[in-house]
Nanobody
Framework: QVRFVESGGGLVQPGGSLRLSCAAS????????MGWYRQAPGKPRELVAA???????NYANSVKGRFTISRDNAKKTVFLQMNSLKPEDTAVYYC????????????WGQGTQVTVSS
């Protein structure tokens, strides 16, 4: 059973930082591009960042320059370093295989809550 476990979220003040982790199991992982997605209440799920197996990346304009996606294929883990957090970053963050700017399959984990508030 393919699954992903997201962790690292929490409550931070505006301008703070968090590092999210997504640990994969039950998949090859290293053969797939991976993405971080987020969903805030009342808003559609959106792709935040994606990374190919070889390491190339892309980001949503809203997080460009603030977030960095990376991966460790040997550990089947993808990370999202989030700096200069803003209240509008508040959401549940999920990881999932990604093709282009869309999820490849539906392997959503439990997500991890990020709350940015003073």
């Amino acid at each position: 059973q393919v699954r992903f476990v997201e962790s690292g979220g929490g409550l931070v003040q505006p301008g703070g930082s968090l590092r999210l982790s997504c640990a994969a199991s039950g998949s090859i992982f290293s053969d797939y591009a991976m993405g971080w997605y987020r969903q805030a209440p009342g808003k559609p799920r959106e792709l935040v960042a994606a990374i190919r197996s070889a390491g190339s990346t892309n980001y949503a304009n809203s997080v460009k320059g603030r977030f960095t996606i990376s991966r460790d294929n040997a550990k089947k883990t993808v990370f999202l370093q989030m700096n200069s957090l803003k209240p509008e970053d508040t959401a549940v963050y999920y990881c999932n295989p990604t093709v282009g700017v869309s999820p490849l399959g539906n392997y959503w984990g439990q997500g991890t809550q990020v709350t940015v508030s003073s």
